[in-house]
T-cell receptor, first 116, second 111 residues
Framework: GAVVSQHPSWVICKSGTSVKIECRSL??????MFWYRQFPKQSLMLMAT?????????EQGVEKDKFLINHASLTLSTLTVTSAHPEDSSFYIC????????????FGPGTRLTVT | DAKTTQPPSMDCAEGRAANLPCNHS???????VYWYRQIHSQGPQYIIH???NNETNEMASLIITEDRKSSTLILPHATLRDTAVYYC????????????FGKGTSLLVTP
């Protein structure tokens, strides 16, 4: 199956700083990428949808100025958590899909963010 | 997207078949049934999907009832590595559509 990577796999940062998470489709071109967030013992919650070359579409309740998403190429999307606070600590997961993945979505391994 | 209902948890003995049910009584004609699983602290893994016919791949089998209101994921010979949360999701096919994760079924495979 198609492979999606995320970097870093875990990160610890201080409150008030910004953190960038990368999501890459390694062996296919991803026209669409999704970002999810998962708090402990909860299910995945969709944060935003990004299409290559377009502005991301955010779900209700997700602050677009706080969670900056860039999808500048068919193999890379980035999520930047700006001015992070402890309540932003979570497991962030991306998924990607496109014609060359047979239009199915494949998930990255996730990034564990801890804000101290 | 249509909603799904799954039991919160199930147990299965190693080597036996694990049958995970899912109800999706409001599924639309163009919606597929997808199954993903998430092993602790990892990203979800695609298992299988289908529209109305039964499907089988190297991981599992998917049985969809004739009225499409329910389905069963079958892991024919469960191993300890199959312990995970299994999500049944119904949606229109295509990578442009997000997956709406419910609470899933936590499957515990025991020795």
């Amino acid at each position: 199956g198609a492979v999606v990577s995320q970097h870093p796999s875990w990160v610890i940062c201080k409150s008030g700083t910004s953190v960038k998470i990368e999501c890459r489709s390694l062996d296919f071109q991803a026209t669409t990428m999704f970002w999810y967030r998962q708090f402990p013992k909860q299910s995945l919650m969709l944060m935003a949808t990004s299409n290559e070359g377009s502005k991301a579409t955010y779900e209700q309740g997700v602050e677009k100025d706080k969670f900056l998403i860039n999808h500048a190429s068919l193999t890379l999307s980035t999520l930047t958590v700006t001015s992070a606070h402890p309540e932003d600590s979570s497991f962030y997961i991306c998924s990607a899909g496109g014609q060359s993945s047979n239009y199915e979505q494949y998930f990255g391994p996730g990034t564990r963010l801890t804000v101290t | 997207d249509a909603k799904t209902t799954q039991p919160p948890s199930m147990d299965c003995a190693e080597g036996r078949a694990a049958n995970l049910p899912c109800n999706h009584s409001t599924i639309s004609g163009n919606e597929y049934v997808y199954w993903y699983r998430q092993i602790h602290s990892q990203g979800p893994q695609y298992i299988i999907h289908g529209l109305k016919n039964n499907e089988t791949n190297e991981m599992a089998s998917l049985i969809i009832t004739e009225d499409r209101k329910s389905s069963t994921l079958i892991l024919p010979h469960a191993t300890l590595r199959d312990t995970a949360v299994y999500y049944c999701i119904v949606r229109v096919a295509g990578s442009g559509y997000a997956l709406n994760f419910g609470k899933g079924t936590s499957l515990l495979v025991t020795p």
